[in-house]
């Protein structure tokens, strides 16, 4: 059972424009997100979090919007750069889940020039 | 800091036979967290160690265990091969496991069954 869900499989954007990922989950249990980003034969990288006792968090290029009501996340990278081409995934943890991250299935995103 | 590492790299083993990969944690980092990755599941989580107790385990079968020793560093084996077990196995680590305690991923062992 997916609860941790990345609809679009895919994101093209052109250098120096927003992009936007979605990310949306079913278990209301979550109360911590992450994005990660992954190149390669590399393993993720993290990115950005946010507990779900907040609705936003900035860091730098990265912002993640979190909607409770809609269970609903978003990261939103402005502006785009060549080096963001690489898969994102969303992620979530329960506090009573010891060192468990459930997963998206990621967003390839690539930013042409 | 040096990041988190895994050993080895890559891995080609048959069907039947039992393979052991090792993590190597961030220095002070306490909790490892083991997953597999799949082209059809995606990203899956195996189980978690803590101070050499497991805390955490995800839906695998049996054949997949692991351990961790006093100074964090964790072992995890998956005996009795299956071609399905050929996977990205990643580890990672943070320092109390908890869930607002980001995990650091290591570069991952590849593991193929022939």
């Known amino acids: 059972d997916q609860q941790v869900k990345q609809n679009s499989p895919s994101l093209s954007v052109q250098e120096g424009r927003i992009s936007i990922l979605n990310c949306d989950y079913t278990?209301?249990?979550?109360?911590?997100f992450l994005w990660y980003k992954k190149y390669p034969a590399e393993g993720p990288t993290f990115l950005i979090s946010?507990?779900?006792?907040?609705d936003k968090n900035e860091d730098g290029r990265f912002t993640v919007f979190l909607n409770k009501s809609a269970k609903h996340l978003s990261l939103h990278i402005v502006p785009s750069q060549p080096g963001d081409s690489a898969v994102y995934f969303c992620a979530a943890s329960r506090t009573d889940s010891w060192g468990k991250l459930q997963f998206g299935a990621g967003t390839q995103v690539v930013v042409t020039p | 800091k040096a990041g988190v590492t895994q050993t080895p790299r890559y891995l080609i083993k048959t069907r039947g036979q039992q393979v052991t990969l090792s993590c190597s944690p961030i220095?002070?980092?306490?909790?490892v967290s083991w997953y597999q990755q799949t082209p059809g599941q995606g990203l899956q989580f195996l189980f978690e160690?803590?101070?050499?107790?497991?805390?955490n385990k995800g839906n695998f079968p049996g054949r997949f265990s692991g351990r961790q020793f006093s100074n964090s560093r964790s072992e995890m084996n998956v005996s009795t091969l299956e071609l399905g077990d050929s996977a990205l196995y990643l580890c990672?680590?943070?320092?109390?496991?908890?869930?607002?305690?980001?995990?650091?991923f290591g570069p991952g062992t590849r593991l193929t069954v022939l």
């Open positions: 220095s002070g980092h306490r909790s």
């Open positions: 278990n209301s249990m979550f109360d911590y």
């Open positions: 990672a680590s943070s320092s109390t496991g908890k869930a607002n305690n980001e995990q650091f």
């Open positions: 160690y803590f101070s050499e107790t497991q805390r």
């Open positions: 946010i507990s779900s006792i907040k």
